[in-house]
């Protein structure tokens, strides 16, 4: 099974501040990876599919690239909204995976 | 208007077989390149990938899993069903079904573009 490694675990930034979340692959993935944003106690909402591609009604400030092993999302200028927990999924391969997550605070 | 909704028993006794229901609306299964997923989340931890079933009624299990999955669907109803046998405390979770909508091409690849809202199992005596 491919496994997924995000870093970091969490972090705590400021609004307005650039955040870049990494999301390492066991084996290359090529494009084919997920993120998704959730808050707590509700299901996941999907942010960027397949590397780079913005999910409609997201926001422009979130991004992703490039490609291979190593991805990552990033938040241009992080919103109060933005708080919660990011995570990778690959569907490069069956099983698809998840990341471990990744908890974002807004300091 | 694309809908998912989780059902199925808030409380299952170890050693019993937990069947949820994932009832969707908006799409059909049977269209190419459609999928279900199902993915749980234990209470604090991560989301895990546990099964998916296709357009074409191929299914695929989580590696860890596969031994106590089974996966069908109705597609007149708009459902689709997961049984997980031999339950026990490490599967208290709350369950997520997920569509994968058809690409450009028919590709092994997706995504989740709808999501239910969730059903939290408990696995307790």
């Known amino acids: 099974d491919i496994q997924l490694t995000q870093s970091p675990s969490s972090l705590s930034a400021s609004v307005g501040d650039r955040v870049t979340i990494t999301c390492r692959a066991s084996?290359?993935?090529?494009?084919?990876l997920n993120w998704f944003h959730q808050k707590p106690g509700k299901a996941p909402k999907l942010l960027i599919y397949?590397?780079?591609n913005l999910q409609s009604g997201v926001p422009s400030r979130f991004s992703g690239g490039p490609s291979g092993t190593d991805l990552t999302l990033t938040i241009s200028s992080l919103q109060p909204e933005d708080s919660g927990t990011y995570y990778c999924q690959q569907s490069y391969k069956t099983p698809w995976t998840f990341g471990q997550g990744t908890m974002v605070e807004i300091k | 208007q694309v809908t998912l909704k989780e059902s199925g028993p808030a409380l299952v006794e170890p050693a019993q077989t937990l069947t949820l229901t994932c009832s969707f609306s908006?799409?059909?299964?049977?269209?190419?390149?459609?999928?279900v997923s199902w993915i749980r989340q234990p209470p604090g931890k991560a989301l895990e990938w546990i099964a998916r079933i296709d357009w074409d009624d191929d299914k695929f299990y989580a590696t860890s899993l596969k031994t106590r999955l089974t996966l069908s669907r109705d597609t007149s109803r708009n459902q689709v069903a997961l049984t997980v046998s031999n339950v026990d405390p490490t599967d208290t979770a709350t369950y997520f079904c997920?569509?994968?909508?058809?690409?450009?091409?028919?590709?092994?690849?997706?995504?989740?573009?709808?999501w239910g809202q969730g059903t939290l199992v408990t696995v307790s005596s």
């Open positions: 997920a569509r994968t909508p058809p690409g450009p091409s028919v590709d092994p690849h997706g995504h989740f573009d709808y």
């Open positions: 908006g799409f059909s299964l049977t269209t190419t390149g459609v999928r």
């Open positions: 397949f590397a780079y």
């Open positions: 084996q290359t993935i090529s494009t084919y």
